[in-house]
């Protein structure tokens, strides 16, 4: 009977520490050649009178590779930890400087803002927002003409 007691007083500190191991928040980190994006965009929202506070609410970047070459990027939210964003490789090394906005600026709608996918289209087959897919039937048309409408989009839901 002494054993068992004496077992379980040497388990209990290996649980404990389990348990709380399980609180330990990540630090969110964001690869250098993402954080331009992460600054244009708080600097966007700022415009628009939106405040963004990635240390509120954090979120890590990475560019990674994926098993898919035509998705571009994803963004994986976790209720208590550091939201994911993650970007492929393949296309990040192809993007010139407005299309790898684009991409960052697509994943923060999903990882900060909590959009989802909007597929609508203009009358002319372009894409009504920064949001959608990719895999819809809308054009996407983001370049320097269009930038601000759909960054104002992006920020007015």
């Known amino acids: 009977m002494k054993s068992i007691a004496i077992r379980r007083l040497c388990v209990l500190p290996l649980v404990i520490l389990l348990i709380n191991s399980c609180d330990i928040e990540r630090d969110a980190t ?8 992460f600054d244009r965009f708080v600097f966007e929202a700022d415009l628009r009178g939106i405040h963004v506070d990635f240390d509120a609410d ?12 035509n998705v571009a990027g994803s963004c994986t ?21 407005m299309e790898r906005e684009y991409i960052i ?5 999903h990882c900060y803002l909590d959009r989802e996918h909007l597929e609508a289209r203009h009358p002319n087959g372009t894409c009504l927002s920064i949001m ?22 992006l920020f007015s839901r």
């Open 58 to 69: 954090p979120i890590s970047g990475d560019i990674i590779s994926f098993d898919e070459d």
């Open 30 to 37: 964001i690869d250098p050649e993402l954080q331009p994006y």
């Open 105 to 109: 600026f697509h994943e923060l709608g």
């Open 77 to 97: 939210r976790r209720a208590s930890d550091v939201d994911d964003l993650r970007v492929n490789t393949f296309i990040w090394n192809q993007a010139n400087d």
């Open 132 to 153: 959608a897919s990719g895999t819809g039937s809308c054009r996407q048309d983001y370049n320097d003409e269009t930038r601000s409408t759909y960054i104002d989009e």
